[in-house]
């Protein structure tokens, strides 16, 4: 499995993009990067994954670098309720893949 | 996206005593499911992977007679937590997983905390 690599902590001011980074540089071609967050005492909850192109949902953007080494998830107008830990897991999906669960970025937002 | 419950949220036990913590995807069908173990500050662990009908698979380390796992439906896994001690006290969370949902991942319940006195 790709092991990952992402900064312990940051933080980012209220109303402003937070973009948080990850490596990867030993994924394989058929492993989706996968990207969640924990907020305090609450169970982990999904945000985005992408193969090669960069993707866009509701909750964030996804940019994956053209050699996919790395990536970066980015909330474009981060809030408090944005503060947990992100987890950047990178697996070929499907029913019976287990998730890998690192240390993660905790990412504080403050007013 | 997919809404996973965990029943109860907390929960309080004297040591000795048997826990047990249910699982449910409300709005799929989960063909697998799993169950995670996190203490303070770390990060969640796997502890076992299920599929519905058959026994459940266990990581290295976690005692299968200690953590009992039924998956019997579709929509339900439990999670026995048998002859509780205080080293077994932690946040439990489950997760599913469907091909017939919208996204390929896994959904998380909202966790239980287990408290063992």
């Known amino acids: 499995d790709a092991k990952t690599t992402q900064p312990p902590s940051m933080d980012c001011a209220e109303g402003r993009a937070a973009n948080l980074p990850c490596n990867h540089s030993?994924?394989?071609?058929?492993?989706?990067v996968y990207w969640y967050r924990q907020i305090h005492s609450q169970g982990p909850q999904y945000i985005i994954h992408g193969l090669k192109n960069n993707e866009t949902n509701e909750m964030a953007s996804l940019i994956i670098t053209e050699d996919r080494k790395s990536s970066t998830l980015i909330l474009p107008h981060a809030t408090l309720r944005d503060t947990a830990v992100y987890y950047c897991i990178v697996h070929s999906g499907g029913s019976n893949y287990k998730l890998t669960f690192g240390k993660g970025t905790l990412l504080t937002v403050n007013p | 996206g997919a809404v996973v419950s965990q029943h109860p949220s907390r929960v309080i036990c004297k040591s000795g005593t048997s826990v047990k913590i249910e699982c449910r995807s409300l709005?799929?069908?989960?063909?697998?499911m799993f169950w995670y173990r996190q203490f303070p500050k770390q990060s969640l662990m796997l502890m076992a992977t299920?599929?519905?009908?058959?026994?459940?698979?266990?990581e290295q380390g976690v005692e299968k007679d200690k953590f009992l796992i039924n998956h019997a439906s579709l929509t339900l896994s439990t999670l026995t937590v048998t002859s509780a001690h205080p080293e077994d006290s932690s946040f439990y969370i489950c997760s599913a997983w469907s091909d017939r949902a919208s996204t390929d991942t896994q959904y998380f319940g909202p966790g239980t905390r287990l408290t063992v006195l």
């Open positions: 299920s599929n519905e009908g058959s026994k459940a698979t266990y």
């Open positions: 709005d799929f069908q989960a063909t697998t």
């Open positions: 030993t994924i394989s071609g058929n492993e989706y």
